[in-house]
């Protein structure tokens, strides 16, 4: 079974903070993405990568950077962490190739920033 | 860009009632579907998806789903639903390679 762990399931930061979230999958999927869960708007892209140092925007990328150093890990980084911030993040990874396109989800981290 | 939309965002049913979510999504080329649930607590995870063929898929736990292209539709069903189907329910697309876009999700309450 593929498994996408991510660093902490809550975490609590004061605004300004700078923030990094971390997530590791065990299935040497090429792709790998990071989203924000909330209430009322489901799942929205904020960066995703397609191999080891490249990364792609995806809807909404301001104030976040991704680092993407080993195949196996994606890291998100909130440069300084606001209050509008405060959320589930959710890291995925997927393979590549017909039909194996298919997300497989970490368990989210928590994020509440004071 | 593509967008989904799931029109029901709360759906409370008592045990045994059937159930039916409704997926639109906008986008003329070839696209994979999928149904993904998150139960109260745990992570997401894959319901059932559509890639080819067979435009009627069955998924886990007696969920099945219809790809009906003419319609931009890719509506859940559920025969007889039990209280731990409580969840919420997310439609997915994706056209081949390329990046998700998810629905706002539709929250399943049932009633014992």
């Known amino acids: 079974d593929v498994k996408v762990t991510q660093s902490s399931r809550y975490l609590v930061k004061r605004t300004g903070e700078k923030v990094f979230l971390e997530c590791v999958q065990d299935?040497?999927?090429?792709?790998m993405f990071w989203y924000r869960q909330d209430p009322g708007l489901g799942l929205r892209l904020i960066y995703f990568?397609?191999?080891?140092?490249?990364?792609e925007k995806g809807d909404i990328p301001e104030g976040y950077s991704v680092s993407r150093e080993k195949k196996e890990r994606f890291s998100l980084i909130l440069e300084s962490a606001s209050t509008n911030q405060t959320s589930m993040y959710l890291c995925?990874?997927?393979?590549?190739?017909?039909?194996?396109?298919?997300?497989?989800f970490g368990p989210g981290t928590r994020l509440t920033v004071l | 860009a593509q967008s989904v939309s799931q029109h029901n965002h709360h759906v409370i049913l008592s045990e045994a009632a059937s159930l039916e979510l409704g997926c639109n999504y906008s986008?003329?080329?070839?696209?994979?579907l999928f149904w993904y649930v998150q139960y109260p607590g745990q992570h997401l995870q894959l319901l059932l998806k559509?890639?080819?063929?067979?435009?009627l898929v069955k998924g886990i736990k007696g969920f099945e789903a219809e790809f009906i292209k003419s319609k931009f539709s890719f509506n859940l069903r559920k025969p007889s639903v039990q209280w731990s189907d409580t969840a919420e329910y997310f439609c997915?697309?994706?056209?081949?390679?390329?990046?998700?876009?998810f629905g706002t999700g539709t929250s399943l309450t049932v009633i014992p």
């Open positions: 995925a990874s997927s393979s590549v190739g017909q039909g194996t396109d298919t997300q497989y």
């Open positions: 299935m040497d999927h090429e792709n």
């Open positions: 990568s397609y191999d080891v140092k490249m990364k």
């Open positions: 986008y003329g080329g070839t696209v994979n």
């Open positions: 559509y890639f080819s063929g067979d435009p």
């Open positions: 997915a697309v994706n056209a081949p390679g390329n990046q998700f876009y």
